[in-house]
Structure formats: C-alpha cells, structure tokens
C-alpha cells in the first residue's frame, strides 16, 4: 500500500519537471514503466497480448456464447400436432388435423436452388416422386459467394431421367461482383426462381415446397398437404436435423421449408420466416452430407456464411475427415442458440446416433449406393 502510494508520488515529480514536448511524451513513458509494478507488468506484457490473441482464435465464439445477452429468441412458432400412420386413411388423418378431405389432390410443385447437391437431390426426388406435379430447378454458373462454378445438374442430367417427363431445369449467369454480400446473390436467384416456376405452369391453389436441396419434406407429409382441405395458405415444416449425415441427429428444429397454397402475383419464393405455423415432423435436413471431400471444401466456399472459414486449416482435407468422423463443427462454432442452457447443453460433439429408422425409403432401398448417408460410416471418398 505505501509503496504504491511512494511509487505514483515520485512519477508524478518527474512529469511536473518537463519543458520541450518531446521530452515530455518521452518521459511520461519513463513515469509510465517505472510507476508499473511487477504485477502490473506482468499484465500489459502477458495478458493483455494472450488476450488478444485469443480473442483473435476465439472472439467468434464468445460472441455466440454471450448472445443470449443482446438477442432474443425470435417469438415461438405455433406448432402443430402431425399425425400419421400407413394403415390410417386420408379421411382419417385430415379429421385428426382438424382438416376436411378433398375430392381430388392438389398439384404439387417442388422448387430448389441447386448448386451440387447431387445425390441428396437423388434421394430428394425418389421419395417426393409420386406427388410432384412439376420438380422446378434453377442452377446458376456463380455460387452465393461469387465463384464460378461448372453447371454440375447439366452435367448430371442423366442420372434424373425419372423425373424429365415432369422436368423444368433452368440455369442463370451469375453477376460476379466482387466484395458483395452472398445474401443479395442468393436473393436474386430465388427471384428467377419465380419466374421459372410460372414458365413450369403453376397455378392459384396448386402447392408450392420452397425449400433448400437438403432440406427434404417426407412423402407423407406432402400427400396430407395435398389432400386435406382447408390446410393454412402457408406452412413452414419443421424438420429433423441432421450434420454430415444420418448417423448425427442434431435436433428436430429446422423450420426454414415451407408449403404455399400459390397465389399469382403475391406468392415469392423465400427461404425466411413467413408465418407463425410450422408442421411437426415433417422430413429431414441433412446439411453438409456429401460424399466426397472436395464437395465439403466447395460448399465452405460456396456457403453464404463464408466468413465463418476464418483460417486457411479448416479446409485442409484431412481435417475435415477428422471433424466429421468426431462430429464436430466444421467452423469451430458454438452452437447456434438464444439460451445459456441450450448453447452448453448442446457444446461439443454431436453424438453418434445408431437409428436408421424412419429415413428416407430410397435411401434403405439403396443403402450400398449410399452408405455414407448411414451410421457408422463416417469416412469419405477423395480425401
Ligand atoms: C395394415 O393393414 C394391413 C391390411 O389391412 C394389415 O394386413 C397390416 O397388418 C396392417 N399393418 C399394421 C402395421 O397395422
Ligand atoms: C455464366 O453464364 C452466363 C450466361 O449463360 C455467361 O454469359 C457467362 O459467361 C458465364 N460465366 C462464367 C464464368 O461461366
């Protein structure tokens, strides 16, 4: 205590001594150091630069980590109870939603942005086959980020010869302008979208999916919509999360696809909130499920969110194997949550999950083609 008291008395003489102004800013870093005891010291040479190296490393996730304090949770959607059963008639499942049933189906028109989403788009168009009327695509030769890519559909085309009575497959130039926000570039695509849709010949009433490739609505849930009467104009559907594949469940809160009763000249395809309603276990999403590395490393690249590849190490091939395989985050992330309690229950890997059950039935029918999408088998083609 007296010592301090000493120290900052004798600095203070120095200081009050000075006449040129040179002298004085030199002198005042003297007072400075020698007023600064060892603790001190230890503090601006030690700690300050371990802090801000590691805010540097890791300022990203203490910014995640304190969001509960500046963000909200966005209000609650209202959920409703999904009910099914393959023995139960459409009768009977409208009556359990509250919903008449119709005389006759309604068109169904399934929209996607594609970027190189081959095979989840194969396991996409194999289980909502029976109740498309129309599968739409636009494919663009830019990714959201500005990069040019090849027009992997095009070159992929054969593989969907299923679907081409019933194809509408169109492709955009990209803009490439540099520095721009991927967000505006994605939402100039979705606006071709719509006019590609109206090209495909929807109508008032007929149903729209807006959805992304990955984010995949189960058969059942489409036949119910396109069945019932009286179902609400616009519909997000809540689906299962899953990461790298189906061996990681995430959790059951995916709510970005939605089901439009279409309406010309109001209805815009969007991939954000539009309504309060959300269906209950209604499909799969399945981010980051590839097969090969490279299409890891392109969609990091690709990825609207390319910021978060902070360091040049995260896509470096052989890490990304590893994180899979542990399932981890392929960022270094934090959870994404509005909670304390969620973002630490939720810290760490993702656990295995050993079910099979209830997954897309193109996916089962071709497990060996797929096996990389099943538990147990996290290690990739081409690392
Ligand atoms: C479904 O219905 C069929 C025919 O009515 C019956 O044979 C079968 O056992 C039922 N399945 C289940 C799981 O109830
Ligand atoms: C992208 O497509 C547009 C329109 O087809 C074309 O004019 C442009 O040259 C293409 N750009 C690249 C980089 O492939």
Redesign the pocket.
Known sequence: MTDGYYNSKKTDDICEDQTSRAALTFSRLRCMLRGCDIRTCMFLIVVVPVFVFGMYLHGQKLSYFLRPLWESPPKPFVTIPHYYHENVSMESLCKLHGWGVRESPRRVFDAVLFSNEVDILTLRWNELYPYITQFVVLE???TFTGI?KPLIFASNRDKFKFVEPRLTYG????R?KRGENPFVEEAYQRVALDQLLRIAGIEDDDLLIMSDVDEIPSAHTVNLLRWCEDIPPILHLQLRNYLYSFEYYVDSKSWRASVHQYKKGKTRYAHFRQTDIILSDAGWHCSFCFRRIYEFIFKMKAYSHYDRVRFAHYLNPNRIQDVICRGNDLFDMLPEEYTFREIIGKMGPVPHSFSAVHLPAYLLNNAEEYKYLLPGNCKREGG
């Open positions: 663009s030769n830019s040019s492709t955009i130039g990209g490439f």
